[in-house]
Structure formats: structure tokens, C-alpha cells
Nanobody, 110 residues
Framework: VQLQASGGGLVQAGGSLRLSCAAS????????VGWYRQAPGKQRELVAQ???????YYADSVKGRFTISRDNAKNTVYLQMNRLKPEDTAVYYC?????WGQGTQVTVSS
């Protein structure tokens, strides 16, 4: 399994970004996928997760601002991030079945 995360960048506070996590392999549709983030000096934390059936979980800090979705036909999970805050600045990683993508940097300027 290989995961390729993309879509990060520099955005002003209040702006939006959409992250993508493209997975290889035929088991994608049977797996839950999570987005995590790690800010400098902090532990990696779970931001959002989507089950194989489409059920979702969000950390309290992003509820109402972030939306996770999946397209099984494209083997891709998305994280739509709206109303971004400087504290959302981190490297964002996707994870599936204990496999990790390489991370994509999100920087939110104030």
C-alpha cells in the first residue's frame, strides 16, 4: 500500500484548502482512512477519520470547519478545510491500515 498526500500550501487565516490522499492497492474501499497532523514540538494528532462505510469522526478543534470524504472509485480521501486558523498550521498525514503517506505542509498565516 502506498499513500500520496497532496494539496497543502500557504493560506491566510479564514481561507480554505483541500487535501487529497491517493492510495494504491485494491483494498482501499474496505479500509478506514484517517488524517493526522503534527505541528512543530507537538505530538501527532488525529484530525478526522472516515470509515469504509462513510461514517466520520472529527477532533473537536476542527468540527464544523473540516470535512472528510472519500471517493472509492478514485481510491482517494479528501479533507476539505475551511475557515483555517493559524493553529491549524502543521504537516498533515493520511493513514490507512497503519500505512502512512509522506505528509503535506499546511501553513496558515495570521
Amino acid at each position: 500500500v502506498q499513500l500520496q498526500a497532496s494539496g497543502g500550501g500557504l493560506v491566510q487565516a479564514g481561507g480554505s484548502l483541500r487535501l487529497s490522499c491517493a492510495a494504491s492497492g485494491s483494498t482501499f474501499s474496505t479500509r478506514a482512512v484517517g488524517w493526522y497532523r503534527q505541528a512543530p514540538g507537538k505530538q501527532r494528532e488525529l484530525v478526522a477519520q472516515i470509515s469504509k462505510g462513510g461514517s466520520t469522526y472529527y477532533a473537536d478543534s476542527v468540527k464544523g470547519r473540516f470535512t472528510i470524504s472519500r471517493d472509492n472509485a478514485k481510491n482517494t480521501v479528501y479533507l476539505q478545510m475551511n475557515r483555517l486558523k493559524p493553529e491549524d498550521t502543521a504537516v498533515y498525514y493520511c493513514e490507512m491500515a497503519l500505512y502512512w503517506g509522506q505528509g503535506t505542509q499546511v501553513t496558515v498565516s495570521s
